[in-house]
């Protein structure tokens, strides 16, 4: 199985005006005139559009894979590549992506995926607007920007300031601290021995998920691993999602 077309889609940005672009991929056999699921996959730092569209990485790949499995249309945005976090602006780009969609397509159901940046940027847009998010699947990602200490000059350019100077901006974008809203399927991956994105806050939204609905979370934890998910892993958390979530 795979995609009968890729297309790079742009759009003017309805919150500053500038061009921005994505990736659009439908699967083999599609009917417009039938309802479809879709895949929103989020790159991670310093990468675009193009990692998940192409990228052999297990993350990405899986991502692939399953979408093209179960026929979804795959979409890969830029939201504000190289170094989004889904600050404001890159918010407001994948909104404005996912309702043009589904002006264009009969869209069913909306799944997020990505992995590091892409992994805690699904969950912030999630937590965000859990109304569009039927389930999320996250790779390695960091799920309080209060706590997180990396890429912090990128993270605060995205954001409009630093966290000492715009806390609340930093909690909203927090999915630890914003749990409650994620009430749909959600998949975590995390790896002990992540240095770029320390598996903690992670493994504390899980554990709040866990209690919240322990019949829609899964973690898979392994501790002799980085910042990596390898392509099992990535395709059983996906797969977990995509039940949880009624895609068939």
């Known amino acids: 199985m795979g995609f009968q077309s890729t297309i790079t889609g742009s759009f003017l940005a309805e919150i500053d005006g500038t061009e921005q672009q994505y990736i659009e991929m439908l699967p ?6 039938e309802k479809t699921d879709l895949m929103v996959a989020l790159h991670g730092h310093g990468s675009d559009k193009e990692q998940y569209a192409k990228d052999e990485r297990g993350e990405c790949g899986a991502a692939r894979d399953a979408a093209a499995k179960h026929k979804m249309i795959f979409v890969s945005p830029d939201y504000r590549a190289k170094t989004s976090w889904m600050g404001p602006k890159a918010e407001a780009d994948v909104l404005q992506i996912v309702s043009e969609l589904k002006k264009k397509y009969k869209i069913g159901r909306v799944i997020f995926a990505g992995g590091s940046m892409g992994a805690t940027s699904a969950l912030i847009f999630a937590s965000l607007h859990p109304e569009l998010v039927d389930a999320v699947s996250a790779q390695n990602p960091a799920a309080n920007m209060l706590e ?38 959600v998949a975590v991956t995390t790896g002990g021995k992540d240095d770029i994105v320390p598996p903690e806050s992670a493994l504390r939204l899980a554990e709040k998920l866990k209690r919240q609905n322990p019949e829609k979370f899964l973690l898979i934890h392994r501790e002799e691993t980085g910042h990596e998910t390898n392509y099992e892993d990535s395709m059983k958390a996906l797969e977990f999602v995509l039940e949880k979530a009624g895609v068939k």
């Open 28 to 33: 083999e056999g599609f009917d417009p005139s």
């Open 148 to 185: 997180f200490g990396n890429f912090l000059e990128f993270i605060a350019e995205s954001y409009g300031g630093k966290k000492s100077e715009i806390p609340e901006e930093y909690r909203r974008r927090s999915s630890e601290l914003n749990s409650a809203k994620l009430t749909m399927p």
